[in-house]
Nanobody
Framework: QVQLVESGGGLVQPGGSLRLSCVVSGSIYSINDMGWYRQAPGKQRELVATIISGGNTNYADSVKGRFTISRNNAKNAVYLQMNSLKPEDTAVYYC???????????????WGQGTQVTVSS
């Protein structure tokens, strides 16, 4: 059973920082793309950042220069360092991963349960 477990959310003041972590557990062969998405109340889930296995990254315009995505392939983990946080960053943050469980086979996208980030004074 593959699981993605996020941690690191919480309440922070505007201008503050948080670091989210997401660890993949279970029997897997490899992980392709990993990413972070967020969903604010009343809004659709949106992409925050993605990172491929080789390390190339992609960011939403709204977080460029403030957020940094990274991964540790040995630990099957992805991280999101969030700096200069704004109230509009308030949302539930979800990690996902495109996982290949067996070879030969097809990869499948898995999601974490989400972690709440609240930016407020």
């Amino acid at each position: 059973q593959v699981q993605l477990v996020e941690s690191g959310g919480g309440l922070v003041q505007p201008g503050g920082s948080l670091r989210l972590s997401c660890v993949v557990s279970g029997s897997i062969y490899s992980i392709n793309d990993m990413g972070w998405y967020r969903q604010a109340p009343g809004k659709q889930r949106e992409l925050v950042a993605t990172i491929i296995s080789g390390g190339n990254t992609n960011y939403a315009d709204s977080v460029k220069g403030r957020f940094t995505i990274s991964r540790n392939n040995a630990k099957n983990a992805v991280y999101l360092q969030m700096n200069s946080l704004k109230p509009e960053d308030t949302a539930v943050y979800y990690c996902n991963a495109d996982i290949l469980k067996v070879v030969p086979g097809f990869s499948q996208v898995y999601w974490g349960q989400g972690t709440q980030v609240t930016v407020s004074s």
